[in-house]
T-cell receptor
Framework: NAGVMQNPRHLVRRRGQEARLRCSPMKGHSHVYWYRQLPEEGLKFMVYLQKENIIDESGMPKERFSAEFPKEGPSILRIQQVVRGDSAAYFC????????????FGEGSRLTVL | SQQGEEDPQALSIQEGENATMNCSYK?????LQWYRQNSGRGLVHLIL?????REKHSGRLRVTLDTSKKSSSLLITASRAADTASYFCAPVGGGYNKLIFGAGTRLAVHP
């Protein structure tokens, strides 16, 4: 059973470009969480999605950031018009239910904005 | 959801020694989870302790929970260089819908 798959693992963008990060949850998991981590810091919650629904986006910046988890295909975290401050590692996690159990994390996507 | 506060921020020990890190939280919980993050990697779930449990073991890991003090500790016995990582706790309360992580404890185990 493959784990949570994130791609790309590394992404370089110039200021003003768009970044798309993809996350395929573990098989059978319908709950996806996105986190952002700056160097030497902890993970900051961004958004929680269930298939076709955004459940909690309280950690998402109000502008330029969006997330989706369609009925078919991976979850996508989209960052429009990237700025240098968006440079970070973005982690996706999945769980089979939205209850208080274990989260399974991917290896992250590292975004560098030049 | 609430954030746990890990203490100390950093811990440096020799191989073979025990490592203890602590987590404090503010409101009542259903369970508390510990995760490990190796440098450049994703988080890995270590152990989950429920609010009605006081102690739990998994291999060289021992987790305790004191709900009266709203604190938990993670003990790694006979540490190895491979235990070098950041460790995070995540308290889970009612109305849960996400895990919130603190800054973690950075553990360095020297050969």
């Amino acid at each position: 059973n493959a784990g949570v798959m994130q791609n790309p693992r590394h992404l370089v963008r110039r200021r003003g470009q768009e970044a798309r990060l993809r996350c395929s949850p573990m098989k059978g998991h319908s709950h996806v969480y996105w986190y952002r981590q700056l160097p030497e810091e902890g993970l900051k919650f961004m958004v929680y999605l269930q298939k076709e629904n955004i459940i909690d986006e309280s950690g998402m910046p109000k502008e330029r950031f969006s997330a989706e988890f369609p009925k078919e295909g991976p979850s996508i975290l989209r960052i429009q018009q990237v700025v240098r401050g968006d440079s970070a590692a973005y982690f996706c996690a999945s769980s089979p239910t939205g209850e208080a159990g274990e989260l399974f994390f991917g290896e992250g996507s590292r975004l560098t904005v030049l | 959801s609430q954030q746990g506060e890990e203490d100390p921020q950093a811990l440096s020990i020799q191989e073979g020694e025990n490592a203890t890190m602590n987590c404090s939280y503010k409101t009542s919980i259903n369970n508390l989870q510990w995760y490990r993050q190796n440098s450049g990697r994703g988080l890995v779930h270590l152990i989950l302790i429920r609010s009605n449990e006081r102690e739990k073991h998994s291999g060289r890991l021992r987790v305790t929970l004191d709900t009266s003090k709203k604190s938990s500790s993670l003990l790694i016995t006979a540490s190895r260089a491979a235990d070098t990582a950041s460790y995070f706790c995540a308290p889970v309360g009612g109305g849960y819908n996400k895990l919130i992580f603190g800054a973690g404890t950075r553990l360095a185990v020297h050969p």
